[in-house]
């Protein structure tokens, strides 16, 4: 499979910890983008890196790339009750706008 | 921003029975859109490409007979699960890129179908 997998598949944490969550990918890409789902939603586009980037922050939200590693990790700082979710990866594929999801981390955040 | 609208949120229906899905681009044109299924607590798989004027592409292990895709206009494709059966039951997510806006998805709000 080409699914990309992401760790920790569940995480729970107090409100205005941070919280982690690493991707791993197999093929080469374009972007990676992450999204988040709330339970029985559509996806919401949270960031996008491209491969020729290391780095990128918006607002509460830093992401990394590693492209040596075929690694991504999504940093999500001072966490609220509001960012409980799911979080998935997604991997553009070179010359095409195909997507391929990683298996997601369920972040739970506790008031 | 770009707005994606999926209908029905739900659906409930006999075995054996089809059911069509849509999925449009409320302000802008796509010609192409995805087509994803999640069981619960699971990831997005990707089902087949919808391609506006031509045939979808589908996905290692899908059937095409089973989900028949169309994509007849510029802003609406459709998903039609033929011949539905309890295994089919599952959510249905639909996605558009925005062409030259920083290749973002936008994600129709999902499809709950449910085959008894």
């Known amino acids: 499979s080409q699914q990309g997998e992401e760790d920790p598949q569940a995480l729970s944490i107090q409100e205005g910890e941070n919280a982690t969550m690493n991707c791993s990918y197999k093929?080469?890409?374009?972007?990676l983008q992450w999204y988040r789902q709330n339970s029985g939603r559509g996806l919401v586009h949270l960031i996008l890196?491209?491969?020729?980037?290391r780095e990128k922050h918006s607002g509460r939200l830093r992401v990394t790339l590693d492209t040596s590693k075929k690694s991504s990790s999504l940093l999500i700082t001072a966490s609220r009750a509001a960012d409980t979710a799911s979080y998935f990866c997604?991997?553009?594929?070179?010359?095409?706008?195909?997507?391929?999801f990683g298996t997601g981390t369920r972040l739970k955040v506790l008031a | 921003g770009a707005v994606v609208s999926q209908h029905p949120s739900w659906v409930i229906c006999k075995s054996g029975t089809s059911v069509k899905i849509e999925c449009r681009s409320l302000?802008?044109?796509?010609?192409?859109m995805f087509w994803y299924r999640q069981f619960p607590k699971q990831s997005l798989m990707l089902m087949a490409t919808?391609?506006?004027?031509?045939?979808?592409?589908?996905e290692q292990g899908v059937e095409k007979d089973k989900f028949l895709i169309n994509h007849a206009s510029l802003t609406l494709s459709t998903l039609t699960v033929t011949s539905a059966h309890p295994e089919d039951s599952s959510f249905y997510i639909c996605?558009?890129?925005?062409?030259?806006?920083?290749?973002?998805?936008?994600f129709g709000s999902g499809t709950q179908l449910s085959v008894l």
């Open positions: 890196i491209r491969s020729n980037e």
């Open positions: 093929t080469s890409i374009n972007n």
């Open positions: 302000d802008f044109q796509a010609t192409t």
């Open positions: 919808s391609n506006e004027g031509s045939k979808a592409t589908y």
């Open positions: 996605s558009a890129p925005l062409a030259g806006w920083d290749e973002k998805l936008f």
């Open positions: 997604a991997t553009g594929q070179p010359g095409t706008y195909k997507y391929i």
